[in-house]
């Protein structure tokens, strides 16, 4: 009303009635203390605080638009920061070389920190120690983000020169052999829970915390290992190693990434999603 000395254009100019305009002005004449504007031939004049006023609130009203439209900006070719992202040890040979790889070609001064996933991990990403968790995380169904990245099933890996083995691995072959056992894994518990369903007995002869080391065991030894596809074949293309259908249905799990949604709006994270997403997303 300042600018056009009218209530009604003022009102028109503002999306609001007339009415409105009329009460929000009583309004600031009773915190002021003064009329602010007064009517005269030429229209609505505003009075010296009027005058005084106008310019610091112009002012106030313009830093709060700036501060509306400010998004801090990620510019992955000159960014130097850090992004911490929670994965297994599985994740560590399948996942983590080619997030790698494409960090490096997209965001040179990036660096990456592989995190542990365990019971700390959502204060971690509530916090942002850590930015982004990846793989099977039941604990975080609830309460966080989370994108569907693919499907996982399981096959059964053996050495490339198995004594008994020379064809298809039959359940009479998985039940007589001897085994090798992953521990940790959420999605082991969905092996042995299929175990369990079909009445499946295996002997266990080793049992390892993670699939460090797994690749020369099975390569000089007659064992055999069930795991899940990714891990397996990959493990199996880095150590020439047999694949074989799981000769049992296990059902299969899901690979995802989960954020909080305190990072969900934040450009870096938003980046870091994106990339992996266009890294592992399948149709």
Not at 126 to 138: C, E, H, R, V
Not at 178 to 187: A, D, F, Y
Request: proline letters at 6%; charged letters at 20%; hydrophobic letters at 45%.
């Amino acid at each position: 009303m300042h600018a056009n000395r009218h209530v009604t254009r003022a009102a028109e100019e503002l999306g609001l009635s007339q009415p409105t305009i009329s009460i929000g002005l009583g309004k600031l004449r009773q915190q002021f203390g003064d009329p602010l504007f007064v009517r005269t031939n030429e229209g609505m004049l505003p009075t010296t605080r009027a005058d005084a006023l106008v310019g610091p609130i112009r002012d106030v009203l313009h830093s709060l638009k700036h501060i509306c439209e400010i998004e801090a900006e990620f510019d992955p070719a000159t960014a130097t920061r850090k992004f911490r992202i929670c994965m297994t040890d599985a994740s560590h040979i399948t996942l983590l070389p080619q997030i790698l790889a494409a960090v490096r070609k997209a965001a040179p001064g990036v660096a990456l920190e592989a995190a542990r996933i365990d019971d700390l991990m959502p204060q971690a990403l509530q916090s942002g120690d850590a930015d982004l968790a990846l793989g099977l995380i039941p604990s975080l169904e609830t309460g966080f983000y989370q994108q569907t990245l693919f499907r996982q099933d399981f096959i059964c890996l053996t050495g490339p020169l198995h004594p008994r083995i020379k064809k298809a691995l039959t359940l009479a072959h998985y039940q007589a052999e001897g085994h090798v056992g992953i521990v940790s894994g959420t999605g082991q518990q969905l092996l042995e829970e299929a175990l369990e369903k079909f009445g499946i007995e295996r002997r266990v002869m080793l049992r390892l915390p993670g699939f460090l080391g797994l690749t020369a065991v099975l390569a000089n030894s007659d064992l055999i290992v069930t795991l899940p596809r990714h891990i397996g074949e990959t493990l199996a293309a880095l150590g020439r190693l047999r694949v074989h259908a799981c000769p049992f249905p296990i059902p299969p799990f899901f690979v995802k990434q989960h954020w909080h949604a305190r990072y969900h709006h934040d450009t870096a994270n938003r980046w870091l999603r994106g990339l992996c997403g266009r890294l592992f997303l399948r149709s």
